[in-house]
């Protein structure tokens, strides 16, 4: 059985900006979207304010869709009849208000080079401003990784997935960053650089007590707008989708854990005092009961924050979604 695909940190900024598609040849096989700096995404895990919710189905049969803004964009999130607790989560969600979001990218192309990017989601929750703000300073994270790659891939004479791997960089990172390469060539990485910046001082700003508002995204080249008698990001060709296989349907709780995430997780479940989240130390000390050993440990952290089950809401503690 294929293991899920790992939720990845991403802005709007960027993942509005991916042009290629790539699908494999077997039943069944993930779709991906890959950014001009290489992020190999088929899940995401966004967290921001939605600034609008419609149904734009029917009574019957409704159709949700919201937008949900982070400092350098806005996400399109749509759930329908397929996608029912999601659905459901969805259309109670307060507007404006801070909400978080696991889910699948759908992609929509009404003409050959024109995609249109959305979020089918898996979970969703409301939220407090600290998560979100959390949220940013990891998104900023991952992009500073992927703008040092995509650099180091720069670089090579020959730029290889094999050669990135050797420098420590995951597998999908790899591969997504020479697929890439290869389809939006030799771009400037100015845009992302200060949507780096800006989602930093967004951050600085709020902790002084700045204004709240979403600050407006880096520019970029607008794409064509689609027909009115469309729906906006092709939604009406969604709706129509055919229910997911049995093994799409897998709540969060059954994601393909490693043993060592496993256990890491066991000690959340019955330590976390569903407070403010449990403190670092204290989860150190109770995960080196169960045999891990810390570079166990930090490896099993890091893949249970990969995979959007656990969160930090703020440093030096962890929290389960």
């Not at 940190?9 to 790539?22: I, M, P, T, Y």
Request: with cysteine; hydrophobic share 35%; aromatic share 6%.
């Amino acid at each position: 059985m294929r293991g899920r695909e790992t939720a990845w940190r991403v802005f709007a900024g960027e993942l509005s900006d991916a042009s290629l598609v790539l699908t494999g040849e077997e039943e069944r096989s993930p779709t991906y979207v890959i950014t001009p700096l290489g992020a190999k995404i088929n899940r995401v895990f966004i967290v921001g304010v939605l600034t609008d919710l419609e149904n734009v189905g029917s009574p019957e049969e409704p159709m949700w869709r919201a937008k949900m803004a982070d400092p350098t964009g806005t996400f399109v999130v749509s759930a329908g009849q397929f996608q029912p607790e999601a659905a459901m989560a969805l259309s109670k969600m307060p507007v404006p208000g801070f909400a978080a979001i696991i889910g699948k990218v759908r992609v929509y192309s009404p003409e050959e080079g024109v995609n249109y990017i959305s979020v089918r989601p898996e979970v969703v929750k409301t939220v407090e401003k600290d998560l979100r703000d959390f949220w940013v300073l990891d998104c900023c994270k991952s992009l500073k990784k992927r703008l040092e790659a995509v650099e180091e891939a720069r670089n090579m004479s020959l730029p290889s997935a094999e050669e990135l791997k050797k420098l420590g960089y995951n597998e999908k990172l790899a591969d997504g960053i020479v697929a890439a390469m290869q389809h939006y060539g030799d771009f400037s990485l100015e845009r992302y650089q200060t949507m780096l910046l800006d989602s930093l001082r967004y951050l600085i700003l709020e902790e002084g007590g700045g204004e709240q508002e979403i600050p407006a995204p880096a520019p970029k080249k607008p794409k064509p707008e689609p027909k009115e008698e469309e729906e906006e990001f092709g939604e009406a060709a969604f709706a129509d989708e055919p229910a997911p296989p049995a093994e799409d349907k897998k709540e969060e709780g059954d994601e393909e854990l490693t043993a060592e995430e496993e256990k890491v997780l066991a000690v959340i479940n019955e330590l976390d005092p569903n407070t403010s989240g449990l403190d670092w130390d204290t989860l150190t000390k109770a995960s080196k009961k169960t045999g891990l050993k810390k570079p166990e440990f930090e490896s099993a952290i890091e893949g249970l924050l990969e995979k959007g089950i656990i969160y930090e809401p703020m440093l030096g503690k962890v929290r389960k979604i």
